[in-house]
Every structure is written in structure tokens, then in C-alpha cells.
């Protein structure tokens, strides 16, 4: 069903998918790219235009706001992140909107063999008549999470032009760096001000998410021997070969992100990168529980230090650094905020469905810092690659729950 949302939402996304605003996990920097700074200063100047209080970009990257309460209530938090992820290109991004999806394939400009199905992507088959936004095919589009800021920015627009709806102050946060696990500052739980919040952050219609992964990173340095290789006979130390020693040692057949699902955790291989005399090995490590997460760094200790023990002469290093926690750890304790957006999604006709997040969201820092922060879904799909394709009826649908949000905060 269409909804006067419909137009507002697809624009922004058109517009916002188009900038270039990918993060990148080896910069120092922060915000790790300039180019998100691009898209952050895009809504700084959209959220002045439509009347929003406290605008300001911090120093840090995030872009806060205020939409003044027209009730006494707490106030809420609604957070969406501009970065996109850096596992696939993402410049040059040319969204498509295909109008009244006819339920066959959907093909793609700039890739003539790439196909969009429902056998490759079943709740597509639940979208027939819908408006389909993907990119040309070369590309992400970036719906993640670009889509939660045209869901954010388009309720916070119609609260503004509509005095009459009552609501509490509403905080916006809108974050670079999240896809590299960044995207939450020390300072922003503070800045944002916010009793409790709410990433739009999600996927289908009416799933709810209070439960994730916690996450480490982890970088293995391998430091070999550098020799000439014609004249190497005892001497050189190819850390190419304990790095592969080391990949070979981990789980093959399960705890990879290939052969576990559910509540199951992984050790990931993300990157390898360097040559004979240094290499490193990156590695994402996941688990539902603090002790499976724990077990899984002490394997990869383990690998290392025995592929060290049978080459003395090479340096191994291993570095674990926590990312994010369940955010369950905390939700749990006090169900409030899940339990009112359960009932706004009831509020705009879905039932709400809640299942773990094989991943992680700003929200599960935020709620670890104090600041209680479940997922709500945007209707994105296929997501860090080609085929990622999103709903605009889907992305209203959140923007309904989003307004209903405000006004049970305050009933």
C-alpha cells in the first residue's frame, strides 16, 4: 500500500545512495574517510532547512539534532549511520527505482548477467507491485544504512510540519563508521542526550531486534626472516608460510561464516595483506556469549603459538580488540524500550518478530555506554553487495513506526 511517505523516502535514498561515503577500517582517522563528511554536511544543511534545533556536525563525525517535544516525555534517540561498507564498491553508486516490481527478474544496467530473483531472494516474491530501488549493478546501493536516514529524516520532517502530533524531544544521531565497528564515539552517549534510542538499522517489515553478536577484531603479525632467495638455504623465513600455516590451523568445516548460522559464532578471515619477510592476518572473531567469544580468541592464540614453537626464529604476534557486546546483556534487564516499540509496530498493522542479529549495530555500543538502543527494521535486503535492493513501501513502513514511536513515548 502506498503512503504519502512514498515520494520523500525514495528521493532521499536516490539522492543519499548516490554519495560516495564509504568508511575504511586501515585509516586512523576519525571519521575514517573524508567522502562521509560529504553526506554529513548534506544533512546538516537538510536538517537546518526543515527547522531542526541543535544542529551541529561534531568533530568526531556524527551530525546530532533536535525536533522540540510537543509533550512532557522522555527523551528519544533515533540513530542511522552514513557510512557504507567497505567489502564491495561503493563509488559511483547509480540507484534504479523499478516501479511496480512485476515479480519476475529484475536485471541490471550496468551488469547484463547479473540477476535479481526471488529463488535467489525469496521475500521478493512478497513484493509484487512494490517500488524495487537497486543500484546498476557494479555497485552496493547502500541502503544500509542509508536507508535508515531517509526513514529518520523523513518522520523527523513530518513531526516538524505537524505541531498537533504529541511527542517528547527526539534526538537524532546520524554516524560514520559503524560499518567498521567505529561508529560510536566515547562522547556521543553524552551528546546525544537521549534516555533511551532506536537504530534504524534493520531489515523486514516488523522484525525488531534486541539481541546481537559481541565482536572483536583481531590482527595476527607475522615477522619472518628476509633473505635473498638464491641464497636462502637456512636462512630465510617465509611468513607467507606460517600465515598459511596459521589460516590452514583455524576451523574449516565449521565455525566459519560459510557453515554456522542461528546463535552460532565464527572466526572470519577477513584479510590477508604483506609478503615473504611480514605478513598479517585480519580476522573477525563473533559469538552470542561472552564465553564463546573468549574461546574463540583463545583458539586463535593457540594456532600462533604453536605454528611459533615450530619456527623459533619467526615473531608471531597476536592482537584481540573488542568491538561491540550483546546488546541483550543490557536490554534485558529492563524491557521498556523493546516493549514500546513492539508496540508501535503493532500500532501501524505488523506484528513484530524479533530474532539475533548475526551482527552487530551502533545500538549494541550505545546500549553497552548507557544508553538502551534496539533495532528497528528499514526493509533493506542483500545487503554489502550487487543485489542489495530495498522496499520504498518497506522504508514507509518503518517511517510510520518511527512517528508511532513518538507519540507512545508520551501516552
Known sequence: MRTPFDPELEDRLVRYAAIDSQSDADSPSQP????????????????????????????????????????EGPTMGWCAH????????????????????????????????????????????????????????TTLLGGDDKAGVAIAMTAARHLLENPDIPHGPIRLAFTPDEEIGRGVDERLPGDLGADFAYT?????????????????????????????PGFATGKMVNALHLTSKIVMMLPQATMTPDTTSGTEGFIHVSEIKGGSSEAEIVLILRDFEMEGLEAKGALLRQICEAVAAGEPRARIEVEITPQYRNMRYWLEKDMRPVELVYEAVRDVGLEPTSIPIRGGTDGSRLTEMGVPCPNVFTGMQEIHGPLEWISVQDMAKATQVAIALARRAVT
Request: no cysteine; glycine share 10%; aromatic share 8%.
Open 200 to 228: 534504524f538499522d534493520g531489515g523486514k517489515p516488523g522484525e525488531i531486534e534486541f539481541e546481537t553478536f559481541s565482536a572483536d577484531g583481531a590482527r595476527v603479525r607475522v615477522v619472518g626472516v628476509s633473505a635473498h
Open 32 to 71: 575514517s574517510t573524508d567522502v562521509q563528511l560529504d553526506m554529513s554536511r548534506l544533512l546538516v544543511t537538510e536538517l537546518e532547512e526543515m527547522g531542526a534545533q541543535d544542529v551541529f556536525l561534531t568533530d568526531y563525525g556524527a551530525v546530532l539534532a533536535t525536533i522540540p517535544g510537543r509533550a
Open 82 to 137: 552514513v557510512d557504507t561498507a567497505p567489502q564491495f564498491s561503493a563509488s559511483g553508486v547509480r540507484p534504479v527505482v523499478h516501479r511496480h516490481y512485476n515479480g519476475g527478474d529484475i536485471t541490471f544496467a550496468d551488469a547484463p548477467d547479473l540477476r535479481l530473483s526471488p529463488e535467489i531472494s525469496p521475500y521478493l516474491a512478497e513484493k509484487v507491485g512494490e517500488d524495487i530501488i537497486t543500484a546498476s549493478g
